[in-house]
């Protein structure tokens, strides 16, 4: 137990409670992004679990309704490796609500085998941070509408092994399902530097984590990485423990002074020189408002 405590540290001591906050969590039906909801909803905020397979989040739906007591956590419909069912999820959201203060880009898959997105993006690059560019983007203005508000993404310490190579976004040339993660990781990042460079004075603040090692689906693609899961379970986190940095960053307050920040067990965390890089991290952000049509500014 003692070993276990020191590997999963990092607890959200925040007391404060979100009634008549709206928060939005993509990939909320398991793992860290169920959890994150939970807690979110167990405050009292009006949730949104945005999911691919809507039967999953109603289910889930149900479960954090009873356990919470809080009835409005709502299920929409958000398949991030489609741009229609985006802007879709966009749409219906900015129609039906007036406010968003809380997005976490949680949503993530891992070590697919060459795959496609339905826009012909590399699945990795295509969900895990084109998706969640386009949604953030799609969703900007009525995060600075409600402001203060905050934009969560969910890295990873795997970012260390990724690379941005912009003659091979797509990872056509040479693909390695492991690495092809970690590369969508650090573009998470960028991202968020990016977004927090840009979002200056506007009252919206952005925060990249990593939520540590944790007992989650994430593995389902890889029978060794699924070995490994289980062999090491007892060390690892479990998604509640891999929930709390994801919530520390989404409503500590006082936190906005370290605007675009990355963060692992609640504190701020070291990230890699290339992720410290502005001009990839601005090459990175023109290249995918190429990519998804977004008109450049
Ligand atoms: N677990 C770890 O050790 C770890 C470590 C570092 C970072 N992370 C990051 O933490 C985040 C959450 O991961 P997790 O561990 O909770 O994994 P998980 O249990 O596999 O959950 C991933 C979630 O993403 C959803 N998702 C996948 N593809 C999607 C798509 N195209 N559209 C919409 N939703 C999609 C999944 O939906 P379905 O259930 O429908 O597939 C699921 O709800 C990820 O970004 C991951 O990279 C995890």
């Known amino acids: 137990p003692k070993i276990r405590k020191m590997l999963c540290s990092g607890v959200c001591t925040s007391t404060v409670q979100l009634p008549g906050k709206v928060a939005v969590v993509t990939g909320a039906n398991t793992g860290i992004g169920k959890e994150t909801a939970k807690e979110l909803a167990q405050r009292g905020a009006r949730v949104y679990l945005a999911c691919r397979d809507i039967q999953k989040g109603e289910l889930v739906a149900r479960e954090i309704q009873t356990m919470t007591g809080n009835q409005q956590v709502l299920v929409r419909k958000l398949d991030l490796a489609d741009t229609k069912s985006i802007r879709?999820?966009?749409?219906?959201?900015?129609?039906?609500?007036?406010?968003?203060?809380?997005?976490?880009?949680?949503?993530?898959?891992?070590?697919?085998?060459?795959?496609?997105?339905?826009?012909?993006?590399?699945?990795?690059m295509g969900v895990n941070h084109l998706g969640h560019f386009l949604l953030t983007h799609l969703l900007l203005e009525k995060l600075k509408e409600s402001a203060p508000s905050r934009v969560v993404n969910v890295s990873?310490?795997?970012?260390?092994l990724g690379r941005i190579h912009f003659h091979n976004l797509q990872g056509e040339k040479f693909y390695n399902a492991g690495l092809a993660y970690c590369h969508s990781k650090l573009a998470n990042i960028l991202f968020t530097q990016e977004l927090a460079r840009r979002l200056k004075g506007s009252g919206v603040t952005t925060y990249s984590v990593h939520p540590g090692t944790v007992n989650s689906e994430l593995v389902r693609h890889s029978p060794f990485m699924?070995?490994?899961?289980?062999?090491?379970?007892?060390?690892?986190?479990?998604?509640?423990?891999?929930?709390?940095?994801?919530?520390?960053?989404?409503?500590?307050?006082?936190?906005e002074i370290l605007n675009g920040h990355h963060f692992s067990d609640c504190s701020v965390a070291w990230v890699s020189a290339q992720a410290r890089n502005e001009t990839i991290a601005r090459r990175l952000w023109d290249v995918s408002c190429d990519l998804l049509g977004i008109p450049m500014d």
């Open 88 to 124: 879709a999820f966009a749409k219906d959201f900015l129609a039906e609500e007036k406010h968003l203060h809380i997005l976490i880009n949680n949503a993530g898959v891992m070590m697919c085998p060459y795959s496609k997105t339905a826009d012909g993006f590399e699945m990795h």
């Open 156 to 160: 990873s310490l795997a970012h260390h």
């Open 226 to 255: 699924k070995w490994m899961w289980w062999l090491f379970s007892f060390f690892i986190k479990t998604p509640k423990q891999g929930a709390q940095t994801s919530l520390y960053c989404a409503i500590t307050e006082g936190l």
